[in-house]
């Protein structure tokens, strides 16, 4: 908001005024005047400014045999991946309203073992498994639109013990996962679509009966995350770094459900613990500091600038990020459990797809969240799958 114009007299006026009114008050007190350096206008800050909630748009279902989570390719463009019952697999883009799928390609080996699209929509990776003959594996990767196809011969097997899923670094640079070495070893292969490399680091040794859920490495490829579980054990993550081509563990926490880990830049992590509470972690000095409390699964911004988060309310919330602090919190919808949520390249829309715990939607108005009445927290998996998009107003 800006503020209006006064001449210097005014200024200075007021400067003695909250001086005099400090006095009375009586005790000294500091006050923070900002003075333009020309007569005009007091520069806006930002803050102050609440989401405002403008459009929100229901994506349609698709009757598939499988689809992989909606991705955004542009402000307004979503790309998925689909499977078919009769074999084929095929990649569409959505574009405002998001209700008319527009072939992008249509995949011509099927089935993949796993493959994802990058956050950007720009690339479609996939892992195949290999034979007798070539007891490897094979990597994948499609440019998108161009179609341009990318294949990496990876010797190496993967292991029974951890989950088949590829992890993009969120800037979409890297994609990884884990395999297992002829000794039997768990290991991270990573490969760089900027420099198209593939490298493989040794992890440490490892509890043959837990469970590695996922890896994902920081934007400049230097840091990484390890999800793993353990029989008896809570969820939790290691944070570590490459030394040569060994993961060096940093530090460790356990996890809440959602099993989210983000990196906030390339030395802070942002994580929700067993009980709930939201955290930033600072791989620097060791300190962990606390965003808020009860909060579920997370999603920050491409920038970093602002984070969505689920309550115990079943309700979609938005705030932005400055320093270790929470500015301007919003709910923005009401009536949805987000499992996965995407903020868009520009930050004026936000993709949650999640569980559904009630049956009919309430219109809503623009400038408001979605209010809708909540059943029993033991009724609300009995719903199926819904994904929605809320647009803002305008930029906060």
């Known amino acids: 908001m800006k503020a209006k114009r006064a001449p210097w007299s005014a200024w200075i006026a007021g ?23 020309q007569a005009g206008t007091v520069p806006d800050t930002g ?34 991946q689909s499977w078919g019952r009769s074999g084929w697999e095929r990649i569409d883009r959505y574009s405002l309203p998001y209700e008319k799928a527009e072939k992008l390609m249509e995949l011509d080996v099927y089935p993949f073992d796993f493959s994802d699209l990058s956050p950007n929509g720009r690339y479609f990776a996939s ?13 994948t990767l499609i440019s998108i639109p161009e179609g341009v196809k990318t294949e990496v011969n990876a010797a190496h097997l993967l292991p029974r013990w951890a989950e088949r899923k590829l992890m993009w670094s969120g800037n979409s640079r890297f994609v990884s996962y884990f395999f297992m070495d002829e000794q039997g070893g768990i290991g991270i292969a990573a490969y ?48 570590g770094r490459w030394k040569g081509d060994q993961l060096v563990s940093e530090y460790e926490h356990s996890l ?7 990196w906030l830049d390339p030395n802070r992590v942002v994580f929700v613990g067993t009980d709930g509470t939201l955290f930033v972690y600072d791989r ?8 808020m409390d009860q909060a579920g699964s997370f999603a920050l911004s491409a920038d970093r600038q602002y984070i969505a988060y689920t309550t115990n309310e079943a309700t979609i919330d938005v705030a932005k990020l400055q320093g270790n602090n929470l500015l301007n919190r919003t709910t923005v919808y009401h009536g949805l459990i987000g499992d996965e949520m995407a903020w868009n390249p520009d930050n004026s829309a936000l993709l949650v797809q999640g569980r559904k715990p009630y049956e009919a939607p309430t219109v809503v108005a623009p400038g408001v969240a979605a209010e809708e009445p909540l059943p029993a927290a033991s009724q609300r998996d009995l719903y199926g799958q819904q994904a929605i998009i809320i647009t803002f107003k305008s930029s906060k």
């Open 47 to 80: 803050v102050g400014h609440a989401f405002e909630v403008n459009t929100i748009y229901r994506l349609s279902d698709i009757e598939e045999f499988k689809v992989n989570p909606w991705r955004w390719m542009a402000p307004d463009t979503l790309a998925r």
């Open 192 to 239: 760089d679509t900027e420099h198209e490399e593939l490298k493989q680091y040794t992890m440490p040794d490892q509890n043959k009966s837990a469970i590695l859920h996922s890896v994902k490495l920081s934007e400049g490829g230097d840091g990484v995350i390890v999800v793993r579980s353990e029989p008896g054990k809570l969820r939790s993550f290691v944070l």
């Open 284 to 291: 620097r000095n060791g300190d962990l500091s606390v965003l």
């Open 256 to 262: 809440h459900e959602d099993g989210r880990v983000e």
């Open 15 to 37: 400067t003695v005024v909250m001086m005099l009114l400090s006095g009375c008050a009586g005790g000294l007190r500091t006050e923070t005047i900002i003075i333009p350096d």
């Open 127 to 139: 892992l195949s498994l290999g034979n007798r003959e070539h007891p490897g594996s094979l990597l």
